[in-house]
């Protein structure tokens, strides 16, 4: 018997089909050691030994593979072709040597880049050895990331109270979020105009030209700058006789963009498909270990973690042959097209992300997928065969054209252009980040050099400046790999602990650094600069990539990094709180404090007149106060004023107006929990939260005042007479009667909600009941009929967790399952395996029984700490099972009905 070891149980029963009898595929579950999270798993002292703890769940598994390799001819450790997947093996390798159990047993390594019968068959009679430079590189990098999150984040607990870790390439990603966001409030808007005049060609065709130079000087986009200046070069224009100086039409070919690399894949399923980065590797990886085809589990893709462009010369072959059955001979290159990567820093090990077989076609596959599994499968399939398909032959045009007027010459140009063979474009198109005009949709009439032409009419237009955008999750991703910063395999888990820390929120797709994130950045700015530079992280990388190649000694690496990173921490020792912040205070303060040219002191306390503002921390965090506390109780949250943006003032707030009713300001503000509306000021100002969705920059007064006059009521009960009230809680809107609070939907205002609607909402909770209560719970997700038993199986959102259902059968989603992934066949597998073990346990289960105890000192101990009394322990256990038999849920109840709305810092 071969024993072969791979990651995931879906791997390991697809490729137990390709491999058949003789062999016994085993799963490890993906990694099977981690680095325990203590002081001292990595000891820089003991030229970095590393003390590895075997994860909880792992014991058992690695006991399965030490029983299924007792006995067995060979060892073959199949896990996935990359970094990772080297040091799984291993992992896995180590601890079989540690428990002696490959005893006469031969190790192989084997590595395929796609789950298919052929690429698994072939891998096997290619074996090797593992690779000791992959897992060298793993291993420092590993202790690279210990070091620096175990060393400096304790720094960041204790200097800045409130942030919860820094890491060594998360911190990198999170500078450079505040960096843009420091660009965009260094920016100032400028004013422009565009001159753009109609013209007539002798045939009768109209088309446009923009002025771009006056009297031999030519304009740059900013020079008109006003709107008289406009308006001068307007009446110019429309008095002027148009000739045309020159045209020239020049042939221009495009390429068509290689296949997909980790990092391209993230970038065009975040702007095609909406995907967030950590979503797309999810359903990648299902393609990647395949679905059910015709009786037969097969890989549709290749292995999705690789930066390499390059693909297999029979899958190019293939791509070809697709390309002249689907669209002509005319669309097939004479050459068979090869691409090499520009990234920094990679590695080109194996082949680029494409179908394993290029003539099934998405419409083919559709129906055996789920839909976001097709769309990213057609996305793939389309990019890699256009990336083989022939260039896309463009005509490019440029009119020069001439005005005269009053002895003054102005030049206009016009620019079009005209796909005369579509090529690649005739199935592929990559979006962009930028809303840049499509050229290609724009084309000239005729145009002879020498016509007269005649003016149709003259428009400027004002436009202004805009500041850069904030990045995307895919503009993100692509900055990090231009600059080198981290690996495209972990992009996915570096974006998502940003946002779990509370450094970034995700706003309409937009990444913005909340306060704890510019402070952070700030503070490590301040104190370990060298360590959050791109040049220095992407050296970093380098080394790292070098190890792996077998360049550099991995110890070496980590002590050159250590001894430099050790003596910067020990540096801050000494540093008191005051210290720390004082100085964000001065390097913020410029951002919190602008100059606007207006000669106001934005530093000067507006409620008291004689403190001066600056940065304090608090129990929530950071915020602006007053130096005269407690006389003054002035605070607002870290907003940057001044810059313009959705009208703020000088404090950071936007002013809608007077409340008619009781004379009281109304304004728009940012709390520490999001933004709000308030009404005059005082200790206790009423004020109201917005409903998710709204955009607090486009709301106005009346929509201010309906929000503060909220709870309000909608409608009566008809059975209680009672009114039937509409707010916002902490849970977002509601109506509520009584003692029961039903939460709005998606589709539901809060300020528009009707009677018939509220009353339904109402009557519909109080039929079923509250989850948990003995009412209905939410039906979740169904998956289908269970084959075998018959009856829905559906995937369920619990109070501890996602789970499966069916019937009486509740099976948990092991962390490793998403619940939006999961499958019914891994519901089955699931839901069995918990019906076994609750027949195994018998009636037993659910009952109170009377534990067995010895006379020691350590039981009565425990015996004492439970139960000290015999009737308090009765009356405890009794509470105890109303509690769980009625647990409490999102839907309970608000403590009041006037839900306390977001407050300032």
């Known amino acids: 018997m071969r024993v072969v070891v791979v ?198 065709d109209v088309f446009e030209a923009r002025l771009v130079g006056a009297d031999g000087k030519k304009l740059g986009r900013l020079d008109v700058g006003d709107a008289a200046s406009a308006e001068a070069l307007t009446r110019a224009l429309d008095a002027g006789r148009y000739r045309v100086a020159s045209v020239e039409a020049k042939p221009v070919k495009r390429h068509p963009w290689p296949p997909f690399t980790t990092s391209t894949l993230q970038q065009e399923a975040s702007r095609k498909l909406g995907f967030a980065p950590a979503r797309t590797m999810q359903i990648a990886q299902r393609l990647y270990e395949g679905v059910d085809i015709d009786g037969e589990t097969v890989g549709l893709i290749t292995y999705m973690r690789t930066d390499g462009v390059q693909i297999a010369d029979e899958a190019i072959a293939a791509a070809r042959r697709v390309i002249g059955t689907e669209f002509g001979d005319r669309y097939v290159p004479r050459a068979p097209r090869q691409y090499r990567t520009k990234a920094k820093n990679a590695q080109e090990a194996h082949e680029a992300i494409r179908p394993t077989d290029m003539a099934r076609h998405p419409d083919r596959v559709a129906r055996l997928l789920e839909p976001d599994q097709a769309k990213l499968y057609e996305l793939v399939w389309k990019r890699t065969i256009a990336s083989q398909m022939e260039s896309a032959e463009i005509e490019r045009t440029t009119a020069d054209i001439v005005a005269a007027v009053d002895g003054r010459k102005l030049d206009l140009r016009a620019v ?112 370990f600069s060298r360590y959050i530079e791109y040049d220095f992280t992407a050296s970093l990388e380098e080394q790292l990539d070098r190890i792996s190649n077998a360049e550099l000694d991995w110890r070496e690496v980590l002590r050159q990094f250590w001894q430099d ?102 304004t728009v503000r940012n709390g520490r929990f999001g933004p709000y509306v308030q009404l005059g000021e005082g200790e206790k100002p009423k004020r109201s939260s917005f409903p998710r969705g709204m955009d607090p920059a486009s709301v106005d007064l009346d929509t201010a005042l309906a929000l503060l006059s909220l709870p309000r009521e909608v409608a009566t009960h008809p059975e209680t007479g009672k009114p039937i009230l509409a707010g916002i809680g902490r849970f977002g809107p509601y109506v509520q009667h009584d003692k029961t609070y039903a939460n709005l939907g998606a589709d539901d205002d809060v300020l528009a909600i009707g009677a018939n609607r509220a009353i339904d909402l109402i009557v519909t ?68 395996a918990r019906a076994e073990k609750l027949e195994a346990e018998g009636p037993k289960r659910g009952r109170a029984t009377k534990p067995k105890t010895t006379k020691t000192k350590a039981a009565k101990s425990d015996a004492d700490e439970t139960a000290p009394k015999k009737a308090k ?6 509470k105890a099972a109303k509690t769980n038999a009625k647990p409490k849920t999102a839907n309970a109840k608000p403590k009041s009905a006037k839900a306390k709305p977001a407050e300032p810092a």
């Open 7 to 204: 990651e995931s149980p879906a791997k390991a029963k697809t490729i137990n089909k390709y491999l058949g009898p003789g062999y016994e595929v085993v799963a490890s579950f993906g990694h099977i050691r981690d680095l325990p999270a203590k002081d001292g798993s990595v000891d820089p002292e003991a030229d970095f030994r590393m003390l590895w703890d075997i994860e909880g769940k792992a014991a058992k598994r690695l006991a399965d593979i030490a029983r299924a390799v007792k006995g067995a001819e060979k060892l073959i450790l199949a896990t996935d072709p990359d970094r990772e997947g080297e040091a799984i093996s291993w992992h896995v390798l180590e601890v079989l040597k540690e428990k002696r159990a490959l005893k006469d047993v031969a190790v192989e390594r084997v590595t395929f880049n796609a789950i298919t019968k052929q690429a698994v068959q072939d891998a096997m009679t290619h074996p090797r050895d593992i690779d000791q430079a992959l897992v060298d590189a793993y291993l420092a990098r590993r202790a690279l990331d210990y070091l620096v999150g175990f060393t400096l984040s304790p720094v960041l607990w204790r200097k800045l109270p409130g942030a919860r870790s820094a890491g060594r390439v998360q911190s990198v990603a999170l500078r450079l979020v505040c960096d843009r966001e420091l660009e965009i409030e260094r920016f100032r808007t400028q004013e422009y105009w565009t001159i753009i005049v109609r013209l007539q060609t002798p045939r009768g």
């Open 416 to 527: 079009g252009s005209v796909v005369k063979f579509d090529g690649f474009l005739k199935l592929y198109q990559e979006d962009r980040d930028d809303d840049g005009e499509d050229e290609e949709s724009r084309r000239l009439p005729l145009i002879n050099t020498g016509e007269a032409l005649d003016c149709r009419g003259v428009e400027s237009t004002q436009h202004f400046t805009e500041p850069p955008p904030r990045y995307s999750e895919a503009s993100l991703v692509k900055r990090m790999e231009e600059l080198g910063i981290g690996r495209p395999s972990t992009y996915a888990a570096v974006l998502a602990v940003l946002r779990e820390r509370g450094y970034v929120r995700l706003d309409k797709k937009r990444l913005h650094p909340e306060d704890k994130g510019r402070l952070v950045t700030a503070f490590l700015e301040s104190f």
């Open 565 to 666: 990173f050790s003596a910067a921490v020990g540096e801050t020792k000494d540093l008191r709180v005051s210290e720390v912040i004082d100085a964000l205070d001065e390097m913020l303060g410029p951002h919190f404090f602008p100059d606007l040219g207006d000669g106001i002191d934005r530093r000067r306390c507006p409620n008291c007149g004689e403190g001066r503002l600056s940065l304090k921390l608090g129990k929530y965090g950071s915020f602006i106060g007053c130096s005269n506390y407690p006389e003054c109780k002035y605070t607002r949250p870290l907003a940057v004023p001044g810059n313009g943006e959705n009208g703020a003032e000088g404090d950071g707030t936007r002013t809608l107006g007077e409340d008619p009713d009781s004379g009281l300001e109304v």
């Open 765 to 832: 909770k109080e039929t079923r009941g509250p989850r948990g209560r003995g009412g209905a719970a939410d039906s979740g997700r169904v998956l289908g009929e269970h084959p075998a038993l018959g009856g829905p199986i559906s995937v369920r959102a619990g109070r501890y967790g996602p789970y499966v259902n069916h019937g009486k059968v509740n099976a948990t989603l092991p962390k490793d399952v998403a619940p939006d992934s999961v499958t019914l066949d891994q519901a089955v597998s699931l839901l069995k």
């Open 873 to 878: 322990t009765t009356k405890t256990a009794t």
